[in-house]
């Protein structure tokens, strides 16, 4: 058949047969197929003939018939590799015919298709698949394929050869051919398959078995219930919907423009009901915050107001307590005060005096269980830098702070800085009282510069300290009942040298001795004491204990010592034996390093403390107090009135008289201070205590004393000391009164003892025992120092306001 493929009929045939679609029946396929093929003549015949009653086959070309079958090859090894697993095609015996077949059909369609095959059809040669076939395996060998050559070289060779040539050409034709036979066959052995697997699907899909069918069934049910939704919405939405189909395109238009407007409408309703939303909740806010700012003032507030509160409670608590303790303590004090009444009522009324033992009374018993030695601090006003707390009451503390360490001391009572001078002196009044019990007591005071030792001790006449009320007290409680004896020393310890400030004359140095055992404690020999009735009369004669030692004893039963009148000489050791009250007011004098504290343990303080403590100590002395009657050689009250001051019993020296010792007596009273304590501590001290003024006072009292202490006018000690303070007595030694009643010089037996030393030799260690604080005050009234004062001194210098008499 050697059609020209420009040939429209072959070209419609080709278009009319077509290729084959993929729903094409594999049977129809087959069928077109083997028509072609089935018919020899269809193929073109070497002489070009065309052959064929049905006249199909002449509008079928090869290649057309070709690609077809190739197509068809293709379909059914596409369907045997996808039923099947695939061959391996390595192996000869896995190759299938059919692709075989197929190669050898592909390489003749190549080579018709190429020019040189068109040329050799048109020509009549046969092809030469040699070299242009693709040989698969199982496909005949190329010594047994035909070598087709073109008919233009068929025409150069020898007839033999075309000979062989065609033969070849039918030998390969007929092996075309057969293998076109076998391959129908297994081609109809597939379509039977085909047929079954068809049935084998059918069941499957019966039965719904395989997994890809129950996929497939349940996408069709996915798929039926989808159509079911979808009919569903689309009823809904012609029933609900706007009736489109039924509106009309204008109205459709308004109702469209409706709607938007309503949704315009809407989105304003929505913007403004956002808008209005935003300012309610940020005006919510505001409100809420302001709420809550007022809430944490309120809180603010009353936290203050509970803190407040709170300090007022803390006040209260604390007064409370202040208030408590010093009901306590006054408590204490009445009933000791009570008790001390009590036994020296019953004592001096009821019990004979014979039968009068040794004192058991309440006070002293009371002092004992208190303890012998009592330390009690008494707070100055004005906090000092150094203070850092404190605990007044019994058994307060005090805590102070000095160099950044910190110390708290435990005493037996600390009086707070607004302690009054009663509350004071009632802690102290049974300790005086017990006096009268037989007890020998002595009370000091003892502290830096400044801090308050003579305001408690002698105090403001409008608020006299312990001295005058324990004088008031004593002869209180003397007139109640008993019968006493008062006798007054006055002796100055200072650079060891003790000196009796009541003695006629030159006071001399006294020795100060240690008695026999059982025979009382020191022994001052010489020693001269007055005897004072009242109190009245030692307010005619001085002022009462202006800090000076004051030693108050019961009188003795010595006999024949009435006849001896106010003044004797302690000449016994026994005569010591007796009670004593001494008010000491140490005025700096002694030295507060540890060292020396460590020196005398026993009293704390120095040997002249020391032996203030050992002259009875707070026990009741060793034998029994005798007592007398006051009508029993009594003092003679004129003469110590006259002695003191004069007849009216003032101290009226002239101007001259009492102008005299002020310079000295306050400039020994300052050198005292400056020279216990080197210039510059001194001059702080005063300074720190006295502000400003005390530094002019000191330098003026340098110039007077001079820089080595030898100043202008001497220092006073000793007689004129004592004459400074009792000025009518300095007058006339020899008129007077108390000049005749002298006893004789100290007994050469008595001397017998230990002599004590009262302090140490050391200069910062000195005994200053009543003689600074003998001052008359007056001295140092501003009046009386204009002269010196440079420049004037602040009236707060001065403990208190004086008149202008004094
Ligand atoms: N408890 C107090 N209440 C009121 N004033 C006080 C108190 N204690 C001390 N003063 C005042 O402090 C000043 C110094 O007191 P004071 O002279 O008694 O001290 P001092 O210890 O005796 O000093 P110095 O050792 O120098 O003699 C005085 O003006 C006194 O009035």
Redesign the pocket.
Known sequence: AAGDPEDPAQSAGCKRGGRRRPDQPTAELWTELTGLVGLPGCSESEDGREEGAEGRATEVSLEEALVRLAEFLSVQLGAEESSGSPPDLTKPSDVPPLLTVTGQLLALLAWIRSPRGRQALSQGTQPALEGQCPTPVGSPSREESPSLSPRDEAQGQNPPQLEEDRRAWQRLEQLILGQLEELKQQLELQEEELGRLRLGVGFSLRQGATDSEKRVQHLTLENEALKQSLSLMRDLLLHWGPAASTRAPQEEAEALVELQGRLQEAQDTTEALQVQLQQETEQNCRRELQQMHGQLAGLRARMASLRQGCGDLRGLVSTFTQSCQCSLSEARGQVSWALGALSAGRGGTQLPEEQRGPPTGCPGRLLELKGNIRVLC?L??GTPSSLVSSEPGPSGTVTTCYRGRQRRFRLDWVFS?E?SQEEVFRELEPAVLSCLRGYSVCIF?Y??????????MEG?PEDPGIAPRALQSLFQEMGTGGQHRVTLSMVEIYNEAVRDLLAPGPPERLAVRQGPAGQGGIQVAGLTYWDVPNLETLHQGRRPCSGQVLSLRPPDAEPGEEQQGHRRHLQEPAQLSVACLGHT?L??GVPTARARHRRHPASGGPGGIRACLEGGGSRPVAGRPRRRPASAGGPDHQSLAAGLGGRDGRAAGPPATRALPRLAAHATAAAG?GTRRHGGAAAA??HA??GPGGDSVLAEVRRARGPSGAGARPALQGPALRDALLPQHRHAPHRDPLHAHAAPRQPPESRRGERLRLGSRDPKERVLLAW??ALPTELLHPHNLLDLRDPPLPSSW???PRSEED
Do not use: E, I, N, V
């Open positions: 008494r100055r006003p800085p302690a005071t502290g830096q510069t400044g801090t308050g030792k003579t305001y408690s403001p007011d005025a700096r201070a001290d005063l205590a006295r600074t604080r001065f403990p208190c």
